[in-house]
C-alpha cells in the first residue's frame, strides 16, 4: 500500500509562485512513475505533469508547459511541482498519483494511476 500527502498548496497572486509536494510513505516510490493532477470545482480531473521513475521522462500539459516543473527525489521519497507565474485558471485542487508502472504515457489519464493523495488547494487571485 501506498500512502501519498500533499502540501503547499494555499493562495496566491497571479504570477506568483507555489511549490507543491508529495511525500510517500512506500520504498517502491522510486519504482514507479508519479503525476500530478487537478481539478477545479465543477469539472473534471485533468493531468498537469509527470515523471518517469527515474525523471529522465516527462510530460506537461500544454496549458502548463513553460510555467510548471514537476521533480522528484527518490531518497526521499517525494514529489514536487514548482509552479510559476500562477494564473486564475490554474485554481484548483491539485492531487499527486503513482502510476502502475514506471513510465508515464505521453498523455496521462487517471485510470493509468493507482493510488491518490488527498489533494492540495490552490487558489491564484487576479
Known amino acids: 500500500q501506498v500512502q501519498l500527502g500533499e502540501s503547499g498548496g494555499g493562495l496566491v497572486q497571479a504570477g506568483g509562485s507555489l511549490r507543491l509536494s508529495c511525500a510517500a510513505s512506500?520504498?517502491?516510490?522510486?519504482?514507479?512513475?508519479m503525476a500530478w493532477f487537478r481539478q477545479a470545482p465543477g469539472k473534471e480531473r485533468d493531468f498537469v505533469a509527470a515523471?518517469?521513475?527515474?525523471?529522465?521522462?516527462?510530460y506537461y500539459a500544454g496549458s502548463v508547459k513553460g510555467r510548471f516543473t514537476i521533480s522528484r527525489d527518490n531518497a526521499k521519497n517525494t514529489l514536487y511541482l514548482q509552479m510559476n507565474s500562477l494564473k486564475p485558471e490554474d485554481t484548483a485542487d491539485y492531487y499527486c498519483?503513482?502510476?502502475?508502472?514506471?513510465?508515464?504515457?505521453?498523455?496521462?489519464?487517471?485510470?493509468?494511476?493507482?493510488?491518490w493523495g488527498q489533494g492540495t488547494q490552490v487558489t491564484v487571485s487576479s
Open positions: 512506500e520504498r517502491l516510490f522510486s519504482s514507479r512513475a
Open positions: 515523471i518517469s521513475r527515474s525523471g529522465g521522462i516527462i
Open positions: 498519483a503513482a502510476s502502475y508502472s514506471g513510465v508515464p504515457t505521453r498523455t496521462p489519464v487517471a485510470r493509468e494511476y493507482e493510488y
